[in-house]
């Protein structure tokens, strides 16, 4: 009887290991909530590829997330995720806030019962939007750290966050 060889056994379960974690990352990317997202219509413009370089590896200490959908980021499990490429909004009724000198409009009405706070840059052409799980505490670090990523789209200098009544 011939005994199998152990040289065999390891590269089978060195095999068999890295087809465990290939796995393990393809499920978990397959999992993410940011998958369910479809692209932005604008995602292949190209101030979204420059501001994907800008992607920090941690938003409010929350990990980036492997995503592979072209003009969209995530972080923390889809805590917060971010989609390049949208139209820009026109004047709203709804809450507006600058953050280190990008405007957000706070967008209730998607929000409402999602589980996520929906903004969405104003002026920045293309838009940038913003989903933050209402799990994440910190939303003015999450705007903070957004901020700095979409800053470089250059604002409309007569575009400022103001609502529909008084503009």
């Known amino acids: 009887m011939r005994r199998p060889s152990r040289r065999g ?3 089978v379960g060195a095999g068999l290991g890295a087809a465990v974690v290939a796995g393990v990352l393809v499920a978990q990317e397959v999992s993410s909530p940011a998958l369910a ?9 190209p101030e979204c590829a420059r501001i ?3 992607y920090p590896a941690r938003i409010v200490g929350e990990s980036r997330d492997p995503v592979s959908v ?4 995530s ?4 805590g917060v995720v971010l989609r390049c490429g949208l139209e820009p909004p026109p004047a709203t009724d709804d ?13 209730e009405d998607r929000s409402a019962g999602s589980g996520y706070r929906v903004l969405i840059t104003y002026g920045r052409d293309p838009a940038v939007q913003a989903f933050v799980d209402d799990r994440i505490t910190a939303i003015d670090g999450v705007l903070v750290d957004l901020s ?20």
């Open 148 to 167: 700095d990523v979409v800053r470089p789209i250059e604002p409309s200098p007569d575009e400022k966050c103001v609502d529909a009544a008084s503009g």
């Open 9 to 11: 056994g390891i590269a």
């Open 70 to 73: 072209s003009g969209v980021a």
């Open 37 to 45: 997202m479809r692209p932005a219509a604008r995602a292949a413009d």
């Open 52 to 54: 994907a370089d800008r």
């Open 75 to 78: 972080w923390g499990d889809g």
């Open 95 to 107: 809450p507006c806030v600058e953050v280190d000198g990008v405007d957000w409009v706070f967008r």
